[in-house]
């Protein structure tokens, strides 16, 4: 049995940021893939759920040319698997959202709600921090932007406050020539859970950017590789240096999923793999 919850569904952002703004115990429902199992599962205590759903303004996709995408809290993963905007200009999150649990899911889950889900191993966050992805929140107060990369701040934490919503996400426009690509390993073929989930992208000046999750609190942008990497040159021979460096560079931990020693390996691996299929 669910546990017992007042339920509003605002049709105006404005009415949704007000009644966030009443409450600590409210929690906001748009595809509702995790927070329904956490209500199933008695994980949380919800007294309050705001159904963002009906709110227009969270609905946004929107492609500006040489400035970027928008992707609103209300945009669901299969979105961007059948866009050809996503699929040509932005390769790795087409690819990462493409391997996100199973058709049925995606038609749900939201590309805002993984992220505010922070989970370590979430497969969409390294395809956007490759593209230095910037998250607008709004509340009451006013709306700030954050980079993607700050906004994690731990396992299944945010930097979200009360009375605070994503609003959307932004990918700045990667212009021409670019290049990218997700790869990810995990225990079954399928829907699963990734053990490592790699992101690397050549932009179109020749330089590299990385992106991993389920080796460290909080997914990654590999900075500093990166720019090692860059300053080798994108070569097989530095791509084979990257792929043993990046061992430094995280820190995986044993669990249910994957041994600590098998994800350093595949990191290597999956960087290898990826920076393949892009050179």
Same mark, same amino acid.
């Given at each position: ?10 049709? =105006? %952002? ?11 115990? &409210?929690?906001i ?10 209500l ?7 007294k ?10 969270l609905?946004?996709?929107?492609? =500006? ?11 669901? =993963? ?14 790795? %999150?087409?690819?990462?959202?493409? *391997?996100?649990?199973?058709?049925? %899911? ?29 998250? #607008? ?7 700030? &932007? ?14 979200? &406050? ?23 390993? &995990? ?9 490592v989930?790699?992101? *690397? ?20 942008? %590999? ?45 290597? =691996?999956?960087? #290898?793999? *990826?920076?393949?299929k892009?050179?």
């Amino acid at each position: 049995m669910l546990s017992q919850f007042d339920y509003v569904k605002p049709l =105006v %952002l404005d009415e949704a940021l007000d009644a966030l703004s009443h409450h600590d115990d &409210t929690y906001i429902l748009a595809g509702g893939t995790d927070l329904l199992i956490m209500l199933r599962h008695h994980l949380i205590d919800a007294k309050h759920i705001v159904d963002i759903k009906g709110v227009s303004e969270l609905s946004v996709f929107n492609f =500006v040319e040489g400035e970027g995408l928008e992707i609103g809290a209300n945009v669901v =993963v299969n979105t961007l698997v059948d866009s050809e905007l996503v699929k040509t200009k932005y390769g790795a %999150l087409h690819d990462a959202a493409a *391997c996100l649990a199973t058709y049925q %899911l995606r038609n749900r889950a939201t590309l805002v709600g993984n992220i505010c889900n922070a989970s370590p191993g979430a497969d969409l966050p390294p395809a956007m921090l490759i593209y230095d992805a910037t998250v #607008k929140i709004a509340s009451k107060e006013g709306v700030r &932007t954050v980079p993607l990369k700050e906004f994690f701040t731990g396992v299944k934490k945010t930097q979200l &406050t009360k009375g605070e919503l994503v609003v959307s996400v932004f990918l700045p426009d990667p212009g021409n020539n670019d290049k990218s690509v997700y790869l990810r390993q &995990t225990r079954l073929k399928g829907h699963d859970l990734s053990t490592v989930g790699v992101a *690397c992208r050549i932009d179109g000046e020749g330089k590299a950017a990385i992106g991993i999750n389920a080796v460290a609190i909080t997914p990654l942008r %590999l900075n500093a590789l990166e720019d090692a990497l860059n300053a080798k040159g994108i070569t097989e021979e530095s791509v084979l240096w990257a792929s043993e460096e990046i061992k430094n560079h995280i820190k995986p931990i044993t669990d249910v999923r994957a041994s600590k020693e098998y994800r350093l390996h595949m990191a290597g =691996v999956l960087l #290898k793999r *990826c920076f393949a299929k892009i050179m």
